[in-house]
């Protein structure tokens, strides 16, 4: 029989920690021991949701992770915490799925992979768009040869605000006492369009693109009057062959997973001998190759077990050994948090940057 995986939830920062405790009590080997944040109020719905018992409900981590013995801890902190929270967590062993983004900095980033080694146990980052089918599909061709090498992509990612939706995409007005207690609307606390979703389309991209690393970076950002943070950035990125590029947005007209705005959020990723576009939570995804320049429709795959989240991805990769898919590697999320830290400091300073060592 197949191990019964024990999976806490702890820091309920980020309302993904909704739909990974959903993948977790849907998956036929693991359960959910344990939640765990310091503000109770967070965890009221995933009790309610799950049916947790009041001893599997902890404030404090130590306590939650000494009774409860996980095998994985899935971390949901605000950006700008997640070195801290693999810190706190790392000593007790268990694997531990982040969500995105890989870190507030690089330098966190290296600290996380750093506090992990001792150990000998998973770290991961989850980005949600993997498990999206046009993301899957576009990447099943390029590996076959489609276009030949990829040499650009083009992102643009964003909705209407973090605020506006919640776990299951459950849709909500936000206040503006909400926004101003959001860390995601913190400077301090690694706020911001450009730290939620640049990630996405430089992570993604380096996977589309093979890992190869960029040379340098151009980015500009928009802060609207009465944030600390910006809501829409734009950045250049230079490669040896080429440019591309990524943009984000807080204040789409609509949410992609809705109905699409305009322009479209999702990657156009040009190759050698043809493009392939790529839009999020979309049924088909158009392509273009030199015996076929007119350009035509493939329906995406279906999405199978284990590739359709994170949670049962990661238990496969440690049930089998299984490699993961490219965005969990670490090698392929430290150049996509490289390509954001570089793009980051460009904004502040107004000028083109090398890429950040």
Not at 56 to 84: M, N, Y
């Amino acid at each position: 029989m197949s191990k019964k995986w024990r999976v806490a939830g702890i820091n309920f920062d980020h309302f993904h920690m909704g739909d990974l405790l959903r993948q977790t009590a849907d998956h036929p080997n693991a359960e959910i021991v344990a939640v765990c944040d310091e503000h109770p109020e967070r965890m009221a719905e995933a009790k309610r949701n799950f049916g947790l018992r009041d001893d599997q409900v902890f404030t404090d981590h130590r306590a939650c992770l000494e009774q409860t013995k996980p095998h994985i801890v899935i971390l949901c902190p605000a950006a700008s915490k997640h070195g801290d929270w693999v810190e706190k967590v790392a000593p007790y062993g268990t694997h531990i799925i982040m969500e995105k983004p890989f870190a507030g900095s690089l330098a966190e980033a290296d600290a996380m992979i750093t506090a992990m080694k001792p150990h000998g146990k998973l770290l991961t980052v989850n980005w949600p768009l993997v498990w999206d089918a046009g993301q899957q599909t576009a990447h099943r061709l390029i590996q076959e040869g489609l276009i030949g090498e990829v040499l650009e992509f083009h992102h643009h990612g964003g909705n209407r605000g973090p605020l506006y939706h919640g776990a299951d995409k459950i849709e909500k007005e936000p206040t503006a006492a909400e926004k101003a207690a959001s860390w995601f609307y913190s400077q301090s606390q690694g706020g911001g369009s450009l730290l939620d979703y640049m990630g996405y389309g430089t992570t993604l991209g380096t996977w589309h693109l093979g890992g190869k690393v960029p040379l340098e970076v151009t980015c500009a950002w928009h802060t609207t009057p009465g944030l600390e943070v910006d809501e829409h950035s734009i950045t250049a990125i230079r490669y040896e062959f080429g440019l591309s590029k990524a943009e984000t947005r807080w204040g789409t007209f609509t949410d992609p997973w809705t109905f699409q705005p305009q322009p479209k959020c999702g990657f156009v990723l040009k190759g050698s001998d043809g493009t392939i576009s790529c839009y999020d939570y979309e049924p088909t995804i158009r392509v273009q190759t030199r015996a076929r320049p007119e350009g035509f429709d493939v329906p995406v795959d279906q999405i199978l077990a284990p590739n359709r989240n994170p949670v049962e991805h990661v238990i496969h990769h440690l049930e089998t050994g299984a490699p993961l898919i490219g965005p969990l590697r670490l090698d392929i999320s430290r150049i996509g948090q490289q390509i954001v830290d570089s793009a980051f400091q460009s904004a502040r300073e107004k000028k083109t940057l090398s890429l950040l060592p």
